[in-house]
C-alpha cells in the first residue's frame, strides 16, 4: 500500500489560507464505507497530517487541507495509507515540505471562556436497535466543532481539536464516511 502527492510538489510556496492536495494510491481501492471495520485485502483509505498532527481520513484524490491557525513559514504535510481499521502503512508514506506564506492570514481562531464542554446523543435512543446507515443526532453545548482546526494544536487541553464558544449548537448530524456532501464542515468533516 502506497500514497503519493501529485499536486503540489515539495516545496511549494502557499500563499492562500488552504493547500488542494492530489493524491494517488496503489496497491488497494479506497472505501470509506469499510473505514473502522476489520482490515480487508486491498482495501483502505489514506490519512493526512499537518506537521505530524493527524488531519483527517480520505477516499478521494483530492482534498483540500485548512490552514486556519497555522503560523507562516515552513510546513510538511504527509500522506499516509491506511487500512480499514486505520492501522497506518508507514512504508507506504511520503513526506511534501512546503512554505506557508499568507498574502491575507486568516484571524486566529482563540478558546473563548465558556462552561463545561458537553455533547449528548438526541437521537437514536438508549435501547434503539439500528441497522446499516442511520443518522446521529446531537446537542453540543460550550464548545463548537472546527474541522478547520484539524491537525493543529489544540486550543484548551480539554478540548481537542475544538474551538470554545460559550452559545450552544442546537444539533449536528452525523454521516458515515462516504456518505457525506462534498463539503460537510460540521458533520464529519469531509472535504
Keep these: 500500500m502506497t500514497a503519493r502527492f501529485v499536486s503540489p510538489s515539495s516545496g511549494t510556496v502557499v500563499t492562500g489560507n488552504s493547500i488542494d492536495v492530489n493524491v494517488q494510491v496503489s496497491g488497494f481501492q479506497m472505501s470509506c464505507a469499510l473505514a473502522g471495520k476489520a482490515p480487508k485485502a486491498g ?14 481520513m480520505y477516499c478521494t484524490d483530492t482534498t483540500t487541507i485548512s490552514l486556519q491557525n497555522v503560523a507562516p513559514g515552513q510546513h510538511t504535510l ?9 492501522e497506518e502503512v508507514a512504508a507506504g508514506k511520503q513526506d511534501l515540505a512546503f512554505t506557508y506564506q499568507p498574502s491575507s492570514p486568516l ?36 464548545f463548537n466543532p472546527s474541522c478547520d482546526l484539524f491537525g493543529k494544536a489544540n486550543l484548551r487541553d480539554d478540548l481537542p481539536g475544538l474551538n470554545a464558544k460559550p452559545d450552544a449548537r442546537p444539533s449536528q448530524v452525523y454521516r ?11 458533520a464529519g468533516c469531509r472535504r
Design 176 to 186: 458515515p464516511p462516504g456518505r457525506q456532501p462534498a463539503r460537510a464542515p460540521d
Design 107 to 142: 484571524a486566529e481562531i482563540k478558546a473563548a471562556s465558556a462552561g463545561a464542554p458537553s455533547i449528548k446523543i438526541l437521537s437514536p435512543k438508549a435501547g434503539d436497535t439500528v441497522s446499516g446507515t442511520f443518522t446521529i443526532q446531537v446537542a453540543i453545548n460550550n
Design 43 to 56: 482495501f483502505g483509505h489514506y490519512h493526512i497530517e499537518l506537521d505530524h498532527a493527524l488531519v483527517n
Design 78 to 86: 504527509t500522506v499516509l495509507p491506511a487500512k480499514n481499521d486505520h
